[in-house]
């Protein structure tokens, strides 16, 4: 069971939540299923990867939150499909990013929650048809997309997110499987950026996976900075490897000497000259919330707690926190909010850390706006503007959506017997690779 607390409380709000779950669900499986998006407004199927041809991204997605809730039949539903349906050979480019944190990431959660070693072998299909990206490169750093049935690789103009976050789904593959390849590739690529960093131990966040030169000075821990941090930390958490302890302890401690800053009590972290430390901008990404999690998990509880109630505080202002925030002035500088999750995120690290019934509260609150301004006739919608009255829709509902905040809030509110709420981990995309209890 989680943290001790007064779990009667709690118990209804999880009930909620796997009922509008699982209300969701039934529409995408009736309206639009193996689509990679359903349209919640107008009940239409939309791609992700490719126009023109979906690979059921939001069944992917999906399973380990239903396997989680202990939706058993649509478990099995969902698992047929991926056995009958789900084809990698499309000839054409994928993001190998997006690709590997929902499609490797999601398969390998099914396999990791329901043993069905079918879904291994698909997890590792659509890895090795990413392999090119990385063994194609000069550098070692990934190419940005890779065409899935002729292995043809392109766009080398990248960022340390799409070169830096692959350790966790293909160290688990390696784990799985015993091939090394997987784990090995991932860290050189991570290596390379962290060779290059900063005197001020900074790194900029765009580069060249050609030249291994950057291409910005700007370092930031938002997007796309933010989930090469993280993994550097998860690598280490899950296969104990020193040298990316090391690495994050390093460029850690540079952030939080150069990066940090105080405003009105709050803390913030403005982006800045990773060369000359410069403040170059006060916009906070709402996906930067992500950042208080992985700073309470990794020994900095301090800091993790203040930049959480420094997003509470937005949260509060704003009722669904903006994409863009300004904390100088505390005005949106982009109103829109793509079902985004990292709150919530945080708010489970941060509660699992602490145990401290703040972090539940917080993530109900999100939960509850979500609810008031995103549910729509088919399912739940993005936003285009969380400050108009009430904030306007978007017919589209992304894939994280199946897999983040309805399974931060579940895991929250539920105290289920098939988490391991002790010893887990979950992805950047909450796929969950250890700490399932079957
Ligand atoms: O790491 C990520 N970045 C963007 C998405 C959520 O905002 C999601 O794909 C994932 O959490
Ligand atoms: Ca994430």
């Given at each position: ?159 340390i ?36 960093r900063t005197e001020l131990g900074l790194l900029p966040h ?11 000075r700007q370092a930031t821990i938002g997007?796309?900075g933010d989930?090469y941090y ?18 994050y302890?390093t460029l850690t401690e540079a952030i939080l000497t150069r990066q940090a800053e105080r405003r009105?009590?709050l803390l913030w972290f403005p982006q800045v000259d990773a060369f000359t430390g410069e403040v170059l901008s006060r916009e906070q990404s709402?996906?930067a919330?992500?950042y208080a999690?992985l700073l309470?998990?990794?020994?900095h509880?301090?800091e993790g707690?203040a930049y959480?109630?420094a ?16 904390y ?111």
């Amino acid at each position: 069971a989680g943290p001790v607390s007064a779990q009667g409380s709690w118990k209804p709000v999880a009930d909620t939540v796997r009922e509008e779950y699982l209300w969701a669900w039934r529409h995408y499986v009736d309206r639009a299923l193996g689509a990679d998006h359903i349209k919640p407004i107008s009940g239409g199927r939309e791609d992700f990867f490719v126009e023109g041809h979906s690979v059921g991204l939001s069944l992917v997605e999906a399973v380990d939150t239903l396997w989680l809730m202990e939706a058993d039949d649509e478990v099995a539903l969902a698992v047929q499909w991926i056995v009958d349906h789900l084809d990698f050979d499309v000839d054409a480019p994928f993001q190998v990013f997006e690709t590997n944190i929902r499609m490797v990431g999601g398969l390998a959660a099914a396999y990791h929650c329901t043993g069905d070693s079918r879904l291994l072998d698909r997890a590792k299909d659509i890895a090795d048809r990413l392999l090119p990206a990385f063994t194609r490169s000069p550098t070692g750093l990934p190419y940005r997309y890779v065409n899935l049935a002729t292995g043809q690789v392109s766009d080398p103009e990248t960022n340390i997110v799409e070169i830096g976050t692959y350790i966790a789904e293909f160290g688990v593959l390696t784990q799985w499987t015993g091939d090394s390849r997987y784990y090995d590739l991932a860290k050189r690529a991570m290596r390379v950026a962290y060779d290059n960093r900063t005197e001020l131990g900074l790194l900029p966040h765009d580069i060249n996976a050609e030249t291994g030169r950057w291409r910005n000075r700007q370092a930031t821990i938002g997007p796309p900075g933010d989930s090469y941090y993280e993994y550097l930390w998860d690598g280490y958490r899950l296969f104990g490897d020193p040298d990316l302890k090391q690495w994050y302890d390093t460029l850690t401690e540079a952030i939080l000497t150069r990066q940090a800053e105080r405003r009105d009590g709050l803390l913030w972290f403005p982006q800045v000259d990773a060369f000359t430390g410069e403040v170059l901008s006060r916009e906070q990404s709402v996906l930067a919330g992500f950042y208080a999690g992985l700073l309470a998990e990794s020994g900095h509880l301090a800091e993790g707690r203040a930049y959480h109630d420094a997003f509470s505080v937005v949260q509060d202002r704003f009722g669904v926190i903006p994409t863009f925030v300004d904390y100088s002035t505390m005005t949106a500088t982009r109103v829109d909010n793509a079902l985004r999750p990292e709150f919530a995120d945080s708010a489970l690290m941060l509660w699992l850390a602490t145990g401290d019934e703040v972090f539940r509260e917080r993530a109900r609150t999100h939960f509850e706006n979500m609810r008031s301004t995103s549910k729509t006739t088919y399912g739940f919608a993005s936003l285009a503007d969380v400050t108009a009255t009430p904030p306007s829709q978007e017919d589209t509902c992304p894939g994280y959506w199946w897999s983040e905040q309805m399974k931060y809030y579940w895991l929250l509110f539920s105290d289920t017997p098939r988490l391991d709420y002790r010893d887990n981990y979950l992805s950047t995309e909450a796929n969950l690779l250890r700490g399932a209890r079957r």
